[in-house]
């Protein structure tokens, strides 16, 4: 989630890592820094938020003679945002920025610290930079020093050092977290995505796992476990805009292919081998709280419905769910027993952020689950828990909905946990289906030609139903959304068993319904529902693992061991069906007609 930028060579190296972070802000904002070496002299910025504040902090600084730079934009994972937290790391005359997590960062803290070592953050990376000068003082050779600390790290990283042993040098080494090498004449550039080189480097090297080496005055020398190896550059598209879609034709699309990896970044120091955990509040926090009430608007509201059942299933807890905009004029009678929560993508929504206020007036305890630090609803909750989607530019809510549920749901287990109203075999279960979720988040190219294939036939007609029981109902609520948002079409999401109630007097062949069939979760009772509108020619889209014979057309999905494995799952069916309907209609995805990504008016 954090962003890294290098640089070797003559050009002025400030303006290189500012511009190089800040198309890379958006993959985090708690802080950033900058740290320089020419010749002799060393210097390093760092600053807390957005790149903004390191821009004025470092405005009279100029490194314009050869030398080596590296900068970081961070997301916290370790320790707060703060300035001695944010990145680069310092040793005693050494710099290290790093993307991803040191899962034995403990384990060698304490080594180090017994060897009289003394740390000034908290992250998990500072232990980079001092086992570096340890080894460069027994071994004086800064790359078998380097290579001797990778050695020791496990799990994911992306790092750049510099040192003043070797000031016309940068080492590198990649494993789990993405890395590059760009190349003009005989500058080095290194940078965790390209967007943050284009139009300066015009060939580039996407480093491999498990690849490490120096870049030296125009000379790289790349690693891995086998020896020296040799490597090809490709030519560096000059295009940014496409650049930042990836090759994507739509940030939407990109973002619903990102959910499989930043449902990683969601869980990652949350859910643990045998628990979950949540660093951002105390548990002392919770108690008092017999009841739970959950405010937002659009998508988020979604993500609050369908995890409402957890909160009561899994934590035995009361858990009412309402739209913020009706919930202000209400008159809601308010308890101090219960917790209030706010959901929200932007932290920027009017209504959510009054409702907030209404509920701190009459003196509840408030918890937020948002996307963006530091924004009006960050601010203004007791307890704020990031959902860490990254930025999301598609104003369809795609992968923040699918990082809020996920954070809900660490929650709704959290909570249980207090409680004590599951046994450990079933947190055993939650946690086994929770990590499992990535993998059924990742859109197969089968998938989505199919999608494609399927989206001809549902261009017309006179609307179309999601229908879905339980969690799979706000998950219908959230399709029917999702696709009238950039289609234009008229959808609904309605519970399955109250289509009998009035809706099926609009069932015939024009009719559509997308059919939420899981296997876990009330299967025999949605078949039935189905088989009613089929039975009055309703054309029949079902997502099942089960085939079901009555169906128009079907979308098999895999057999799962948890409900939450099913919805995630079928979200992303629902997202790409919405997609591309949307794109064959010729719309633009990204930024529908009369919508916006951050409503701040009532
Ligand atoms: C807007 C956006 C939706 C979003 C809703 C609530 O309508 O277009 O995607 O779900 O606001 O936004 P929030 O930022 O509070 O989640």
Redesign the pocket.
């Known amino acids: 989630m954090c962003g890294i930028v290098g640089y070797l060579g003559a050009k002025e190296k400030k303006e290189i890592l500012l511009d190089g972070l800040k198309e890379l802000e958006y993959r985090g904002y708690d802080s950033a820094g900058i740290a320089v070496i020419e010749g002799v002299n060393l210097n390093s910025f760092k600053a807390v938020g957005k790149l903004e504040n390191l821009v004025r902090k470092a405005k009279d600084f100029k490194a314009d003679s050869f030398g080596v730079a590296i900068g970081h934009t961070r997301w916290a994972t370790h320790g707060k945002p703060t300035e001695l937290n944010a990145h680069p790391h310092l040793g005693k005359k050494s710099y290290v920025v790093h993307n991803g997590i040191i899962e034995n960062y403990q384990e060698l803290k304490k080594e180090l610290i017994s060897e009289g070592v003394e740390f000034l953050s908290q992250t998990d990376t500072e232990v980079i930079v001092h086992l570096f000068e340890k080894y460069n003082s027994e071994l004086n050779e800064p790359f078998e020093a380097f290579k001797k600390t990778i050695e020791r790290l496990d799990g994911a990283y992306a790092t750049l050092l510099i040192t003043k042993d070797a000031p016309d040098t940068i080492f590198f080494a990649k494993h789990g977290s993405p890395m590059l090498i760009g190349f003009d004449g005989d500058d080095v550039y290194f940078a965790s995505s390209d967007t943050a080189i284009i139009g300066k480097a015009d060939k580039v090297y996407y480093l491999e796992d498990g690849e490490y080496g120096y870049a030296k005055s125009g000379e790289v020398k790349l690693f891995n476990s086998k020896g020296e190896k040799s490597f090809t550059t490709k030519p560096l598209d000059g295009d940014k805009l496409s650049a930042q879609k990836d090759g994507y034709r739509f940030f939407m699309e990109k973002e619903i292919y990102e959910q499989s990896r930043v449902i990683v970044d969601t869980m990652m120091g949350r859910v643990l081998d045998s628990e979950v955990t949540l660093e951002e509040v105390n548990e002392s926090f919770f108690e008092g709280i017999d009841s739970i009430k959950i405010c ?7 993500s609050a419905l369908a995890t409402s059942y957890l909160f009561e299933r899994m934590a035995k807890i009361r858990c009412d769910v309402e739209i ?1 905009s009706e919930f202000r004029y209400k008159e809601p009678l308010l308890d101090k027993s219960t917790l209030f929560i ?8 009017a209504d ?1 952020l009054e409702a907030l206020k209404m509920a701190k007036r009459a003196g509840l305890k408030s918890l937020t689950i ?2 963006v630090d530091n924004s009006s ?1 960050v601010r203004e909750s007791d307890v704020a828990l990031l959902t860490r989607a990254g930025i999301e530019k598609g ?3 795609t992968k ?2 699918a990082t ?1 549920t996920m954070l809900l749901w660490i929650l709704a287990i959290y909570i249980a946990q207090l409680r004590g109203t599951l046994d450990r075999e079933t947190i055993q279960k939650e946690i086994e289906a929770m990590r499992h979720s990535p993998t059924v988040l990742k859109v197969t190219d089968e998938l989505h030609s199919k999608i494609h294939r399927l989206s001809k036939r549902y261009l017309h007609g006179h609307g179309f139903f999601f229908i879905g029981r339980d969690i799979f109902y706000p998950l219908a609520l959230e399709g029917a ?1 999702k696709l009238k ?1 950039i289609s234009y079409l008229h959808a609904e999401g309605y519970p399955a068993g109250e289509m009998k109630h009035g809706p099926i007097a609009l069932a015939d062949s024009n009719l559509f319904t997308i059919a939420l069939m899981p296997k876990t979760l009330l299967y025999d009772k949605i078949k039935s529902n189905v088989e009613e509108l089929s039975a009055r020619d309703a054309t029949i889209l079902a997502i099942s693992p089960e085939p079901f014979d009555l169906a128009d057309d079907f979308i098999q999905t895999k057999q799962a061991i948890h409900p939450m494995l099913e919805f995630f799952e079928m979200m992303v069916i629902t997202q790409l069906l919405a997609l591309e309907i949307s794109i064959r209609l010729g719309n633009d995805v990204d930024m529908p007609r009369n ?5 701040t008016v009532e």
């Open positions: 937002a608007c659009g998508t988020s509201y979604h913020a706010t959901i929200s993508q932007s932290g920027e929504t959510t948002c996307n609803i104003v369809a809510s923040a909905f809020q959304l948002e919508l916006a990504k951050s409503v």
